[in-house]
């Protein structure tokens, strides 16, 4: 949910091996088989290169005809997801709230919202995932809670109430005793006006980072860390696979109050948000050191739950929007103090245009500046316009995403995609205010039309409704009209559909050795129209890639030192022609090949 007004945003692992006693070791007590220690390499490692796919529950599958996704239309849809390839889903929150943010304004940590079912219902999809080697992944959100949370109730009611400082308070500037004064500093809310609201009943202001009824909690209060430990152990006892950390970046604030920086254009103007404000640096209010020692807790937390079982099976996500690859590489944490296993790698994300030298860039610096660590992948997510209207020309839209999701799987490291990407969903906005659901539309409308376009309902056939709901249902959002071409029904029946190319690709990512866990190397680096890059791992062939990131038609010579010139194609563009060799890969218009190099 980390939503910023410079940028919108807020797996049976292949590295299994053979396991096997070494020469002279005695024989295995009883419970440490070479079975056992595969099986728990298995557990420990089941993240890495991982396929993991985001599905916004409201949005997914309705089984009860009310119009809203929930847990139970999730469990129907699992097996779609096993064919896909995915090894876990997670899940955007599904706690009870009172949906001002959608999830995001939590009012009870330990149970389920209504609207998507039970826990009941939860363990039941838990164990339905589980027997199709599926883990379900929860969103933690600990930097607010909604403003109807107990603990806030509590919080607001006096100035002494023991859960005071469980949220940050402040007087204002200039208050009197018949006047609030002025705000603390110049935060802002990253859905547009101040972050601090006036509390009439305490004579306070309240910090919210995010929306006014998301209230931010005081990290700097360990009943804060306890009761987060607390209720990870809860989900995880419930068997949950790991947990997606929201707008963890966010979590601390300058003591000071200093105000922020207003960042300004190249003639020292100051450069104007979506609401039309000043657009602040963040450098009070993001990416604060104290982050480190909460994620580090977090991680010893997980660790412990799981230490009479399988030591690191729990995988922690991080949200992390971060300004460049030094301060992502921070975010996996010290030697001997790990944080994140996959810290999200925004700095590929959301490029945003087709530029080759960039891509090449953000890819060498996953592979070189990540001291070894796994990057994790992805190029869209329920914050964001989807693929089609950051990349897309409006023509190539089909062709654009095989590009970017070769990007996304033939590439090192862990996959993250959000429902819909494999048929190739598009962003369908609102188009009159009276129909925003997202508090970010309404309060930013027309400059800002809010997040409803990347979460209208999933597509499944061409009936009304898409499949998603009951004909005659009225849906939470709208079902785009282009469900009617747009859908896995009908892609699921043309190979050369995109959805065909994504099972192809996971596929790959799972079965090819270099895919699963060989490295990048850049390959044709002058080259400013086609990106390509070789996989390589000891013992199996060499693996190259290459993405013409044009309309034009392009050709590409590359060479590897020791490697035959003969190719033999894994993947490549629907109709397209096989390479003779290495010297000469014909591209079309926007086109992908994938080939393996023989000797």
């Not at 056992?36 to 529950?57: D, T």
């Not at 810290?343 to 990540?370: G, S, W, Y």
């Not at 004909?471 to 029904?489: E, M, Q, S």
């Not at 490697?563 to 290495?582: E, F, N, R, V, Y």
Request: glycine share 8%.
């Amino acid at each position: 949910m980390h939503w910023t007004k410079t940028i919108a945003g807020c797996v049976t692992t292949l590295l299994l091996g053979a396991v096997t006693l070494s020469a002279g070791a005695q024989s295995a007590p009883a419970g440490h088989t070479p079975q056992a220690a595969a099986q728990q390499n298995r557990e420990e490692n089941w993240w890495k290169n991982a396929v993991i796919y985001e599905i916004y529950p409201r949005s997914f599958q309705d089984s009860n005809g009310d119009g809203i996704g929930d847990l139970n239309g999730i469990t129907q849809r699992l097996d779609y997801l096993q064919k896909l390839g995915v090894d876990a889903i997670w899940l955007t929150p599904i706690y009870p709230s009172p949906q001002v943010d959608f999830g995001y304004d939590i009012s009870d940590y330990e149970n389920i919202d209504p609207q998507y079912g039970t826990l009941a219902d939860f363990d039941r999809l838990v164990a339905e995932a589980g027997k199709r080697h599926i883990r379900v992944l929860m969103d933690m959100v600990m930097n607010h809670t909604s403003d109807k949370h107990k603990w806030f109730l509590e919080s607001k009611s006096s100035r002494t109430n023991p859960y005071r400082d469980w949220y940050v308070w402040r007087d204002g500037k200039g208050e009197t005793a018949t006047s609030k004064g002025e705000p603390p500093n110049n935060w802002q809310s990253g859905f547009g006006g101040s972050a601090w609201q006036w509390d009439p009943t305490t004579r306070q202001y309240y910090y919210h980072k995010f929306y006014i009824q998301q209230p931010d909690l005081n990290w700097d209060n360990p009943k804060v860390h306890e009761a987060f430990r607390d209720i990870m152990a809860f989900w995880m006892k419930r068997g949950v696979g790991g947990f997606r950390f929201d707008a963890i970046t966010t979590l601390f604030e300058d003591p000071s109050l200093a105000d922020e920086g207003v960042v300004k254009d190249a003639n020292g103007e100051p450069i104007l948000d979506a609401f039309g404000e000043p657009e602040l640096d963040n450098s009070k209010t993001d990416n604060l050191p104290g982050v480190h020692a909460v994620m580090q807790e977090m991680h010893a937390e997980a660790q412990r739950f799981d230490s009479d079982k399988f030591p690191g099976s729990r995988v922690l996500i991080g949200e992390t929007y971060l300004p460049n690859i030094a301060e992502l590489a921070k975010q996996y944490g010290p030697p001997g103090k790990p944080e994140f296993e996959l810290p999200m790698d925004t700095q590929l994300a959301f490029i945003n245009k087709l530029d080759v030298a960039v891509f090449r860039a953000k890819l060498t610096d996953a592979e070189e500046h990540l001291d070894g660590h796994l990057p994790l992948l992805l190029f869209d997510n329920h914050d964001n316009p989807r693929i089609d209207a950051r990349y897309g020309d409006g023509v190539h839209d089909t062709d654009i995403e095989r590009v970017l999701s070769t990007v996304l799987f033939a590439s090192r490291g862990t996959s993250l995609f959000y429902y819909g990407d494999e048929i190739g969903m598009k962003t369908t906005p609102p188009t009159r205010k009276e129909d925003v659901k997202d508090p970010v539309g309404v309060t930013g409308w027309p400059k800002e039309k809010g997040r409803d376009g990347e979460r209208t309902p999933m597509q499944w056939n061409a009936m009304p409704n898409a499949g998603f709901s009951a004909a005659g249902v009225k849906t939470w959002l709208p079902v785009p009209p282009n469900a009617a071409t747009i859908n896995v029904k009908a892609e699921e029946a043309d190979p050369a559909s995109l959805l065909a190319w994504y099972r192809g690709l996971i596929q790959l990512k799972k079965t090819n050795p270099a895919f699963a866990h060989g490295s990048n190397t850049m390959l044709d680096t002058d080259n400013t129209k086609v990106l390509s890059w070789m996989r390589q791992v000891a013992g199996s062939p060499t693996v190259v890639v290459s993405l013409n990131f044009t309309a034009e038609p392009q050709t590409v010579s590359l060479s590897i030192p020791g490697a035959g010139g003969k190719l033999t194609t894994l993947l490549k563009t629907p109709g397209a022609a096989d390479p003779a060799s290495l010297s000469t890969i014909q591209l079309g218009s926007f086109g992908v090949y994938v080939g393996e190099v023989g000797k």
